[in-house]
């Protein structure tokens, strides 16, 4: 089975800085596209950024200049670079990854465990 495991969550000030990783393991033939949500408590899930495997990025509007993804095609590793961080990014973040194993042969998605962040004001 595929696992994505998150890690770099914690707590942080307003306006500090902080840097997820997201590291994807198993039986994985590829990776095309791998991105980050967050949920908030009562809140649905939502689209943080994504990248895809020629590097084209797309952010939500709420995170736009202050975060950044990226990725590590050698070691399936998806990064988000987040600074100036605010209380409303308070949040449990999941990364996401669409993989093609070798079991199915075919393209699935793939959700990691979630990492808290929060942010003090």
């Known amino acids: 089975q595929v696992q ?25 033939l590829s990776i095309s596209a791998m991105g980050w949500y967050r ?11 994504r990248t895809n495997s020629d590097g084209a990025t797309a952010y939500a509007d709420a995170v736009m200049s202050r975060f950044t993804i990226s ?4 070691e399936n590793t998806v990064y988000l670079q987040m600074n100036n961080l605010k209380p409303e990014d308070t949040a449990v973040y999941y990364c996401r990854a669409e993989i ?3 079991q199915s042969m ?4 793939f959700w990691g465990q979630g990492t808290q962040v929060t942010v003090s004001s």
Request: proline residues 2%.
């Open 100 to 102: 093609t194993t070798f």
């Open 71 to 74: 990725r590590d095609n050698a």
């Open 39 to 49: 949920q908030a408590p009562g809140k649905q899930r939502e689209l943080v950024a």
């Open 4 to 28: 994505l495991v998150e890690s770099g969550g914690g707590l942080v000030q307003y306006g500090g800085s902080l840097r997820l990783s997201c590291a994807a393991s198993g039986s994985i």
């Open 106 to 109: 075919l393209v699935d998605d």
